[in-house]
């Protein structure tokens, strides 16, 4: 999944792609890369964020969807948690919903769901965009994601989504300290009950900062590491913005993961 910021303050990227063409210039370069689907965005939720109103939100990233939709025939996503943008960007051709309130920040975002039959992806944040890295904690943060999970699945399937419609995000970085980044990425398996594809973020964050002491455009082989270890432990859509090199580590780790099951039934 590519990631296509069109925000004046993004952590890794804000304000390079804010233009509309810049952005829609951005996101065919990715595809050329290699990329599967692309995640478009106009409001930053990098912490300490301040929300953008609805109208901005909007005039920033629906001619992009328009532009990109025309453009390319990978599958779009819209990244906001607000119901009226991600309906004018499943009008203008996105297919996903990349919530990172998990259908809690909008009550009508369930309905857009439901009634397009988009796909949607759930997030766990703990907080807002504003207030998440505000001393997080957790005693069980994988029993405490995982009860979340199981709360918002019943919740989108009783509103009429399907099962098939919802991807989880477990939210890396969003609301976690470093220990719980890494157990989180230590523990995917134990989502995989849920029987819904996993996304993973972890392109350039800065829990990777602070485990190798490089600033944000120096974190690529960082995010390498943390993109390897999460497809080995299950993880179906890996949201990235160094799609040409991120995609080779994903096809290799893929590689040895069906090589290791293959050998171990042997």
Not at 14 to 28: I, P
Not at 142 to 168: D, N, P
Not at 185 to 205: D, E, H, N, T
Not at 210 to 228: G, I, K, N, S, Y
């Amino acid at each position: 999944m590519g990631v296509v910021n069109v925000t004046p303050d993004s952590f890794s990227d804000g304000g390079r792609y804010l233009d509309a063409e810049a952005a829609v210039a951005h996101a065919l370069r990715l595809v050329e890369e290699g990329a599967d689907l692309l995640d478009i965005g106009a409001e930053s939720t990098r912490p300490g964020a301040d929300p953008v109103d609805e109208a901005e939100e909007r005039r920033r990233a629906i001619p992009v969807v328009t532009a990109v939709a025309r453009a390319v025939t990978v599958p779009i996503s819209i990244d906001t948690s607000k119901a009226s943008v991600a309906q004018a960007a499943l009008d203008a051709g996105a297919v996903v919903v990349n919530d990172v309130t998990a259908l809690r920040g909008d009550p009508a975002m369930v309905d857009v769901i439901a009634r397009t039959g988009a796909g949607v992806v759930l997030m766990h944040m703990q907080g807002t965009a504003r207030t998440m890295q505000q001393a997080p904690q957790y005693e069980d943060v994988v029993g405490e994601v995982s009860a979340v999970f199981e709360e918002r699945i019943r919740f989108a399937m009783a509103h009429g989504i399907g099962q098939r419609q919802i991807v989880l995000d477990p939210g890396i970085g969003f609301g976690k300290l470093l220990v719980h980044n890494l157990t989180l990425l230590a523990q995917l398996p134990r989502f995989a009950c849920f029987g819904c594809p996993m996304l993973i973020g972890v392109s350039r964050k800065a829990f990777l900062g602070q485990l190798v002491d490089r600033p944000v455009q120096e974190r690529q082989w960082a995010t390498a590491a943390a993109v390897a270890m999460a497809v080995d432990r299950g993880a179906g859509i890996l949201r990235v913005h160094d799609i040409r090199a991120m995609k080779e580590v994903a096809q290799v780790a893929m590689a040895i993961c069906r090589h290791t099951t293959v050998s171990m039934k042997a």
